[in-house]
């Protein structure tokens, strides 16, 4: 028994020595370098609160310096080489920032003073508005910093708690960007650590191949340490219409008419388009005034999905003339781009900052409640124009009606193709429109994999129907599905690790290569 215990004793220190010292670091960094049991936590869990992978250490950078310290060190290293995650605010929903047995990079600890230092305003009317930002900076403080100035980025996600590299890595998309473009497209210029510990400047025009690779690169090729963001001068208010449809043929029409005013008539077209699903009676009707809720629930039961479009358009109200344009310009958007039930128009009048940090005050109120830090089985798609109505079908009748899938959040709103910019590692579907959809799901622990298993046959259903969607902010499971996610990009995506990252050492957790 004696001899039994002293084993036991000793696998356990062995597997101590192994999560916590299989590294050498380098020692200059010492300072920074942390692997204390609850900086080791909170480098092991995400948004996502499904994956949880331990590293073995976290680094907190005070400059750009350390990072390439701790890149080059590992690129450099003649024994085994560890791995290295950056880590913006971990609202990836899979695991996708951390980093199994290597290094997580807090990039926000390069925000230490927390007082804007690395929000850089320049430029001017002639050649145009920009920010240098410091990619570990969050989107809201960009636009607070910006604003201060009259100026304001021009593509969004719909929640605004993301770092500028966190969103760069993947595509940044929203209601803007069948306008605007996804954020990918909206930087002119970037530094970035490579895999082999090299800090480049890039952009289109120099070290291009770089530049175009690390945009929706999802952290495969470098860590953004800086972004050019553009910018423009910011309107002041947003009038913003949410539109009732209990037919899903004139809802996408409408959405499609909408989004098409752009190239008909740039003065009239919405500034932002986005769609939502309501398929509960009794859950996500609170955007509505509560004498309203009771019929809107019972139209719900009648056919059992109403989906509703958002639209809105910017305006200055710093002049009654803007006032009246912007209601001349959405009456005109009624009239001419929408078929809708004039009936179920609801409209708000709100500020530029609050229309764009919106979701903030949900967070808020979940916080409150003890449901945001829960799990989130999310699915994100990009679904071919073409047969949207099969997916409407298909996933929102057969898959979630049925099978009472009924109380998540479900967005979809289409996008252009030709407002993505194809030299860069994002991909979208082959068709020049095509749909945004998210499953937002909110789980218990004990719950969330009957959600996976929902989102499992969404995709089969897919594969099998032949609607070749593509996957956004997702993980595969094997390289083989990466392979398939990336089509003819797959090459090009290969040839760039090789050469920005040949050791393979960048955000693991995507476990592309890894
Ligand atoms: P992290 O989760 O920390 O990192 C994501 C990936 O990027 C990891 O692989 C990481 O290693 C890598 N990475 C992080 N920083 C850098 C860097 N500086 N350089 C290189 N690689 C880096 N997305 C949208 O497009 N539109 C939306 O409307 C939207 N809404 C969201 C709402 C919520 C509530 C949440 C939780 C997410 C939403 N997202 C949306 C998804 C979000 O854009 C991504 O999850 C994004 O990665 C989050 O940024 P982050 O700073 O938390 O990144």
Redesign the pocket.
């Known amino acids: 028994m004696a001899v039994n215990i002293q084993v036991f004793i000793y696998f356990i220190l062995i597997s101590i020595r192994i999560s916590t010292r299989a590294i050498s670091l380098p020692a200059e960094l010492s300072d920074g370098i942390h692997s204390d049991p609850d900086v080791i936590k909170a480098a092991s869990t995400?948004?996502g609160h499904i994956i949880s992978v331990k590293p073995a250490a976290v680094l907190s950078p005070s400059s750009v310096d350390d990072i390439k310290t701790l890149i080059s060190f590992s690129f450099n290293s003649n024994s085994t080489p560890y791995t290295v995650?950056?880590?913006?605010?971990?609202?990836?929903?899979w695991g996708?920032?951390m980093a199994a047995g290597g290094v997580v990079v807090d990039?926000l600890s390069l925000n230490k003073n927390g007082n804007g230092s690395r929000i850089v305003i320049a430029g001017n009317k002639s050649s145009g508005f920009y920010a240098d930002v410091g990619?570990e900076q969050l989107w809201i403080d960009v636009l607070n910093a910006t604003l201060k100035q009259g100026l304001s980025p021009v593509s969004w996600?719909?929640?605004l708690y993301?770092?500028v590299?966190?969103?760069l890595?993947?595509?940044?998309?929203?209601g803007q960007t069948h306008r605007r473009g996804p954020q990918i497209t909206n930087v002119k210029e970037l530094d970035v650590v490579t895999g082999k510990g090299d800090l480049v400047t890039c952009s289109p025009q120099q070290n291009s191949e770089l530049f175009f690779a690390v945009l929706g690169g999802?952290?495969q090729f470098?860590?953004?340490?800086r972004a050019r963001i553009v910018l423009e001068p910011a309107k002041k208010r947003v009038k913003w219409l949410r539109i009732l449809y209990n037919d899903f043929a004139a809802f996408s029409k409408d959405q499609e008419n909408l989004i098409a005013v752009g190239g008909a008539s740039y003065q009239n077209a919405p500034d932002y388009v986005e769609g939502q699903l309501l398929m509960d009676p009794n859950t996500n009707l609170e955007f509505l005034p509560p004498p309203d809720r009771p019929k809107i629930s019972s139209l719900i039961k009648q056919y059992g999905i109403i989906y509703f479009i958002e639209v809105a358009k910017y305006y200055d109200y710093s002049s009654p003339r803007a006032n009246n344009t912007v209601d001349k310009e959405l009456k005109w958007l009624l009239k001419n781009a929408m078929s809708f039930n004039p009936g179920y128009v609801y409209q708000a009048d709100v500020t530029y900052l609050d229309f764009l940090n919106r979701?903030h005050p949900s967070e808020l109120a979940l916080r409150e409640r003890g449901l945001w830090e829960v799990p989130h089985p999310w699915l994100n798609l990009f679904i071919p124009k073409s047969r949207i109505f099969d997916f409407n079908n298909g996933v929102f009748r057969d898959i979630l009606l049925k099978n009472n899938f009924t109380s998540s959040l479900i967005l979809l709103y289409p996008a252009f193709r030709n407002k993505w910019d194809d030299r860069m590692s994002a991909v979208i579907p082959d068709e020049d429109v095509f749909y945004i959809a998210g499953f937002l799901d909110s789980s218990g622990y004990d719950n969330w994999q009957v959600f996976v298993n929902k989102n499992d046959e969404i995709l089969h259903f897919c594969d099998s129907a032949g609607i070749k969607v593509k996957q956004y902010?997702g993980h595969h499971e094997s390289k083989e599905e990466w392979i398939n996610h990336f089509g003819s990009k797959w090459n090009t995506f290969q040839q760039r690790k090789a050469q920005f990252d040949p050791k393979m050492l960048l955000?693991p957790?995507?476990k592309i290569f890894n």
Do not use: F, R, W
């Not at 995650?85 to 929903?93: E, P």
């Not at 890595?169 to 929203?174: C, E, P, T, V």
């Not at 470098?222 to 340490?225: A, D, H, P």
């Open positions: 995400d948004y995650a950056a880590k913006g605010n971990a609202h990836s929903v996708q920032a990039m990619s996600t719909d929640y993301l770092t590299g966190g969103t890595s993947n595509a940044g998309i929203s999802l952290g470098g860590i953004i340490t979701v902010l955000s957790g995507q």
